[in-house]
């Protein structure tokens, strides 16, 4: 059984006090940073860009990662690796209009841990084929956009494949988890949890993690 790993996502976050929020996350007991880039196209809200993954790099030493929900990421992933990214998750669906295994091996040729993911609506099959060439496996559990949405329940089905097929990867579920959703979740072979609602609205950051991780 892998460590749990908990990545607060910074957007749910209060950006008129980032730095204070990191901090907290971190003292809390997070391990990663989770960044979400949106770019009005491949989902339809505008997140941040390079520049605040560069902002956060100064502001703490957890691993930064990098969810990239944008189309062309080719044309991007230099400027997250040069901002400090530890890990670059990218989308396989066609309307991210990338050339998927050429973006996988940019990223691991710039020495960043290569995830990939896809959203509720696409079939596992899509994925399938490159999941012994990647470090990350991102199961959507909403559709991708904005934070504070449902859990998806019906995404389980391809955390278990997944990780009947691949034992060592880090298997990621991304879109509202809570202690209840994490817990279905790991109970199905994820090891990475992503929450930003949860943590960030929470009054007690280091008990809802605690709690996440089923402590
Ligand atoms: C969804 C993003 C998520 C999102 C999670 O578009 O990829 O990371 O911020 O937010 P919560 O935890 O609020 O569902
Ligand atoms: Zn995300």
Redesign the pocket.
Known sequence: MQKIVVAP?I??ADFSRLGDEIHRVEAAGADWI?C?IMDGHF?DNISFGPEIVRIVRGLTNLPLDV?L?IEHADRYVPRFVKAGANSITIHVEPEAKHDVAKTLQQIRESDCRAGLTLNPETAFDLIEPYLHKIDILLIMT?H??????PFRADQMHKVRRARSLNDKIDIEV????NAKTAKLSIQNGANVL?????IFRSNDYAKTIRELRGE
Do not use: E, K, N, R
């Open positions: 996502s957007l749910a989770h979400d989902v969810h929900m909403v991708p956009g904005f934070g504070g949405q991304d879109g509202g988890i992503v929450a930003g609602t949860s």
